[in-house]
């Protein structure tokens, strides 16, 4: 597997205005194989980067020698594809077709997409879960044209959306595409809280699970303040190595820690060392 740190866990990453160049080297520096881009509508990566631009930035990665094979977005939480607000939900499709073309331009394999918002501490819209996974089937559908057409892979993710509770679900909605430019972003720490047993997921989920995300959870605080530093929480590290080792999961591990801490990049670095380390 392949260790990389989120753009999002550098100091300024989360406003999405620390210079792309400066998170490749505090990436490498503190032990990292690889970086996560990560789009906004608005700062050093966005929506409106230029073709030139992100090929700018794709030499610049070629440069310094470092993996830089996904993006992630977190684009849904201001403009939700399940919105009862007909024009939000078109805002998100276009924002993440966006996205997919600048995903191409960088050089990028994989994009991660929150399919839609069902109910979540992070927003507070409720919508009617039968009409959210319509929507979200109208607005996956939409965006693997732009995906096949680009040649990223599209990776749904879960993150406390309320979305998609069982495995088994997800499967089926995945399947029900056919299309093998669709896939699951597996992120570990999310399911804590809110699904089941992780290493179960991934043994369910199998090959659809294109891309990898790690965090830690702390189930006796059970809200977002329960997100830690990793091996300080309850996820199950060693069988869920396991269960991708099995599966033959060989490209990138992301660690997405936030907020920027002074001693995060470290921290998780030899954590993550410790992490792969498990049989």
Same mark, same amino acid.
């Given at each position: 597997?392949?260790? !990389?740190?989120?753009?999002?866990?550098?100091? $300024?990453?989360?406003?999405?205005?620390?210079?792309?160049?400066?998170?490749?080297?505090?990436?490498?520096?503190?032990?990292?194989?690889?970086?996560? +881009?990560?789009?906004?509508?608005?700062?050093?990566? *966005?929506?409106?980067?230029?073709?030139?631009?992100?090929?700018?930035?794709?030499?610049?990665?070629?440069?310094?020698?470092?993996?830089?094979? @996904?993006?992630?977005?977190?684009?849904?939480?201001?403009?939700?594809?399940? *919105?009862?607000?007909?024009?939000?939900?078109?805002?998100?499709?276009?924002?993440?077709?966006?996205?997919?073309?600048?995903?191409?331009?960088?050089? !990028?394999?994989?994009?991660?997409? =929150?399919?839609?918002?069902?109910?979540? #501490?992070?927003?507070?819209?409720?919508? !009617?879960?039968?009409?959210? =996974?319509?929507?979200?089937?109208?607005?996956?559908?939409?965006?693997?044209?732009?995906?096949?057409? %680009?040649?990223?892979?599209?990776?749904?993710?879960? =993150?406390?959306?309320?979305?998609? /509770?069982?495995?088994?679900?997800? !499967?089926?909605?995945?399947?029900?595409?056919?299309?093998?430019?669709?896939?699951? /972003?597996?992120? %570990?720490?999310?399911?804590?809280? /809110? $699904?089941? $047993?992780?290493?179960?997921?991934?043994?369910?989920?199998?090959?659809?699970?294109?891309?990898?995300?790690?965090?830690?959870?702390?189930?006796?605080?059970?809200? +977002?303040?329960?997100?830690? /530093?990793?091996?300080?929480?309850?996820? #199950?590290?060693? #069988? @869920?190595?396991?269960?991708?080792?099995?599966?033959?999961?060989?490209?990138?591990?992301?660690?997405?820690?936030?907020?920027?801490?002074?001693?995060?990049?470290?921290?998780?670095?030899?954590?993550?060392?410790?992490?792969?380390?498990?049989?």
């Amino acid at each position: 597997m392949i260790k !990389c740190i989120s753009y999002w866990s550098m100091q $300024h990453g989360l406003a999405n205005t620390h210079p792309i160049g400066a998170a490749l080297d505090e990436a490498q520096a503190a032990g990292f194989e690889g970086l996560e +881009l990560c789009i906004a509508p608005e700062g050093v990566l *966005s929506t409106n980067s230029s073709q030139g631009d992100c090929e700018g930035i794709r030499r610049l990665i070629d440069e310094k020698q470092i993996v830089a094979e @996904t993006l992630a977005s977190g684009m849904n939480w201001g403009a939700n594809p399940t *919105s009862n607000d007909a024009k939000v939900r078109q805002q998100a499709i276009q924002l993440h077709a966006d996205a997919l073309q600048r995903a191409a331009w960088l050089g !990028c394999e994989a994009m991660l997409f =929150v399919p839609g918002v069902v109910k979540s #501490p992070i927003s507070p819209e409720l919508i !009617c879960y039968d009409l959210a =996974v319509e929507r979200a089937r109208e607005a996956v559908k939409q965006l693997l044209d732009v995906a096949e057409k %680009v040649g990223v892979d599209l990776c749904i993710e879960n =993150v406390w959306n309320g979305l998609f /509770y069982s495995p088994l679900e997800l !499967c089926d909605f995945i399947d029900s595409f056919g299309s093998e430019r669709l896939g699951v /972003y597996f992120d %570990v720490g999310n399911l804590l809280g /809110y $699904h089941q $047993h992780p290493p179960q997921w991934v043994e369910i989920l199998g090959k659809r699970i294109r891309r990898l995300h790690i965090k830690d959870f702390k189930e006796s605080v059970g809200s +977002l303040d329960g997100f830690c /530093y990793l091996l300080e929480g309850d996820v #199950p590290f060693e #069988p @869920t190595m396991l269960a991708l080792r099995n599966l033959g999961y060989d490209k990138t591990i992301v660690a997405e820690m936030m907020p920027w801490r002074e001693d995060l990049l470290g921290k998780t670095s030899r954590a993550m060392d410790e992490i792969l380390a498990m049989p």
